[in-house]
Nanobody, 127 residues
């Protein structure tokens, strides 16, 4: 059973930074890609960023390009999201996700592409 556990959320003022981390555990964890989604109250879940495990190719939502950076540590099975220049509209619950294989009909920007989801961590940006 694969588990994804997020950490690093919290309260920060606009313009500040936070770093989210996601640790993957499981007997034989491996994945094609991992990433982050977020969901604000009253909104649909939306894609934030993704990274392919082997090549390290990254993908970002337009709303976070230039401000957020996703990275992975293959040895530790962790993925991180460095969030800079945070805005109040970044306030949401952030979910770590993992896609096991490079198969399927969904892009990495789509929630349906992912096999595993974490429980989420709250990020609140005050104005």
């Amino acid at each position: 059973q694969v588990q994804l556990v997020e950490s690093g959320g919290g309260l920060v003022q606009a313009g500040g930074s936070l770093r989210l981390s996601c640790a993957a555990s499981g007997r034989t964890f491996s994945s094609y890609a991992m990433g982050w989604f977020r969901q604000a109250p009253g909104n649909e879940r939306e894609f934030v960023a993704a990274i392919t495990w082997s090549a390290g190719n990254t993908h970002y939502a337009d709303s976070v390009k230039g401000r957020f950076t996703i990275s992975r540590d293959s040895a530790k099975n962790t993925v991180a999201l460095q969030m800079n220049s945070l805005k109040p509209e970044d306030t949401a619950v952030y979910y770590c996700v993992a896609k096991k294989y490079n198969t399927g009909n969904y892009y990495l920007t789509e929630a349906a592409a992912y096999d595993y989801w974490g429980q989420g961590t709250q990020v609140t940006v005050s104005s």
